[in-house]
């Protein structure tokens, strides 16, 4: 069956913009996670929904930083103005329930200039 | 202190060999742990999925669990050139670094 997919693939933008990124989760994944990784780093985790609402997000580094999951499928992180030190890439994640095992996408790598 | 530390490598060995990797963590609360693959450029792909102390075993891959003493670890056996790549051990939402791992033909 389909993976975890993540658009876009490539993410390019200048400092101050807002960027949203999309993540399709595995069919019938209840649970979900949005992490970042940067260069040499392992993945560091952001939030993590499971259904429609946001269980944990403590990893969100500031305001700036907003995801939503509304019909307990599809969910984006949404970036307002970007700043360089955003730039990495964003990894999504899903699995059946809390606690079972995450299979991640293939990422989004943003770039802000 | 970080909670999952791993030696990030790089760690090189010939084709063939057997590689240990190795992590320790110090959370007691950490109950399950998982082992990642990720090539340069991609997603980290799922190896390895624990949840007791002891060992699993799937196909060329061994991850052992030591709670006791909070140690896991992933050995490979009959290493590949196709084995290099960087490799994460995770618990819950938790990861460490990654090991750079190079298998030389």
């Known amino acids: 069956g389909a993976g975890v997919s993540q658009t876009p693939s490539n993410k390019v933008t200048e400092k101050g913009k807002y960027v949203e990124l999309r993540c399709d989760p595995i069919s019938g994944h209840t649970a979900l996670y949005w992490y970042r990784q940067s260069l040499g780093q392992g993945p560091e985790f952001l939030i993590y929904f499971q259904g429609t609402g946001a269980a944990d997000d403590s990893g969100l580094p500031n305001d700036r930083f907003f995801a939503v999951r509304p019909e307990g499928s599809v969910s984006t992180l949404k970036i307002q103005r970007t700043e360089r030190g955003d730039s990495a890439v964003y990894l999504c994640a899903s699995s059946l329930g809390s606690g079972n095992e995450q299979f991640f996408g293939p990422g989004t790598r943003l770039t802000v200039l | ?105």
């Not at chain 2, 050995?75 to 960087?86: G, N, V, Y």
């Open chain 2, 1 to 105: 202190q970080k909670e999952v530390e791993q030696d990030p490598g790089p760690l090189s060995v010939p084709e063939g060999a057997i590689v240990s990797l190795n992590c320790t963590y110090s959370n007691s609360a950490f109950q399950y742990f998982m082992w990642y693959r990720q090539y340069s450029r991609k997603g980290p792909e799922l190896l390895m999925y624990t949840y007791s102390s002891g060992n699993k075993e799937d196909g060329r891959f061994t991850a052992q669990v030591d709670k006791s003493s909070k140690y896991i670890s992933l050995f490979i056996r009959d290493s590949q050139p196709s084995d290099s790549a960087t490799y994460l051990c995770a618990s819950g939402i938790i990861f460490g670094k990654g090991t750079r791992l190079h298998i030389l033909p």
